[in-house]
């Protein structure tokens, strides 16, 4: 693996050029990755833990993550936190799930739930569906007019290169199946009773529009695919690889950091006397 | 093992005659305790996904439950999160850290904050630290008046009632170390460039009012052990006990839920043709 994931995963022109049970980057099956996971959640962890020391401490360290997770339904947003997401201390994590907004969010900007959800310094904040549902199901149910939805792109631009140049890293994964993916793991809901309160009807109405959101997606990526704040398409049809990416993805990025221990404020030396004297 | 860690963890009357070190309920050492951590966590976090399950869904389940951690700086509230509530999927969690209160909040009864982080509906909520603090640092320090911090006893336990009543499952855990303990741990901070951060001198202010800090932990335990929400005295002077511990007490409490996964509330056949078709 001489280059970086990221480098492999960004510029990505056509969602139907990429198939979905590629694995770009990775070498070997479903062993092999499950062990690749575990053996990166320790490094992981530990620059989490970095992040996590200078965020909270006094010195102001602004710092931050952002994992965006988009993707048709079944696509693994949830495996993704459970699986990638799930290595690191739960202390340092915030996970925020976008639902079909409420009247109070209707009645504000789209972005006013969004920013509320950002992670304070020192956090990995992570978007289980996001601000891009505002051009992608509002798109294709046509939730919004034409010129509001075009409005959104910039906006949306505009709002993570602010969060990046407030200090925050930002990681937009597209968790990219095919339909024929989805149809198998809708069948295997159907099939589980433990996994039947994830399945619903409407999903299939959302269904039967796939190419238009497949289009949707495209027009997601191209526009706001930024040098602040690239977009990653994951190929995501073996869940194995689709973990491992995320968690790759999420390394790559704070190795970036260079991040290091905060440096103590106070004399060590005096603290240890005075230890000893209590 | 016969009875459960939580009749054996329960009825504390002294924290003096607690030994830190000591391990009710678990025989075996470090290495053991470890994979009985380990495997437990399956049991877990199964237990907890059928949580979830029921709270999203549309039948309106109102379970939830709530972890709380209390204890001395260096007892490990950090580390019981990163090593047992990390056994879960952390989209189900919800972790609040209560740290010095803001201006805002203290412009607040001292259970507004509080009562903001409680968990929604098939949610885990975790409190780093609770609203406990308004009657021990509060009491210590005085930085309240006596008959202010006498009212919060009686308010915390119709506080807890109520969320009880509501469908929640409350766990506190007092995480009990001892000075020496508590005295090796901040030196092993003093030695580590990596936990510098967790240092602050005043934590040795705090510890020379040891013995008051002791006594508030008793009169709180004894005020606000109620039927509704018992306290559990942990010993954590072993770390691997006291991870151990707090998850069998979680496993034990969502035991009692019978948590079964959600009926579908649609025609499992029905939908098998129409997936079939699309």
């Known amino acids: 693996m001489a280059s970086s994931l990221r480098d492999q995963l960004s510029s990505v022109s056509s969602l139907a050029e990429v198939d979905s049970r590629s694995t770009p980057g990775f070498d070997g099956g479903k062993k092999h990755a499950k062990k690749a996971l575990a053996s990166l959640g320790d490094e992981l962890a530990d620059l989490q833990r970095r992040l996590y020391a200078n965020g909270v401490g006094d010195d102001q360290d602004p710092r931050s993550m952002l994992l965006v997770l988009q993707g048709m339904d079944t696509s693994g947003k949830g495996g993704v936190i459970r699986r990638a997401v799930g290595l690191v201390d739960p202390l340092g994590l915030r996970i925020t799930s976008f639902k079909k907004p409420t009247t109070e969010e209707l009645d504000h900007d789209f972005l006013w739930r969004i ?25 294709v149910r046509e939730l919004a007019p034409p010129d509001e939805i075009e409005r959104r792109y910039g906006a949306i631009n505009d709002f993570e290169q602010a969060y990046v140049d ?3 890293t930002i990681v937009k994964c597209m968790l990219h199946i ?11 809901r159907l099939e589980d009773p433990a996994k039947h309160w994830k399945y619903n009807p409407a999903d299939l109405d959302e269904r039967a529009r796939w190419s238009e959101y497949q289009r949707a997606y495209e027009v997601a990526l191209e526009r706001c695919s930024t040098e602040a704040a690239p977009w990653f398409v994951v190929p995501s049809g073996r869940k194995w690889y689709r973990n491992w990416a995320v968690a790759t993805l999420m390394l790559e990025h704070l190795r970036e950091l260079d991040l290091t221990w905060p440096e103590p404020d106070f004399d060590i030396e005096a603290e240890k006397t005075r230890l000893a004297a209590g």
């Open 115 to 139: 920013e509320k959800g950002l992670p304070q310094s020192g956090v990995i904040g992570v978007f289980d569906r996001s601000h891009y549902e505002d051009v992608l199901i509002c798109r």
């Open 166 to 168: 407030g200090g925050g």
């Open 178 to 188: 095919s339909a024929d993916d989805q149809k198998k793991r809708l069948g295997a």
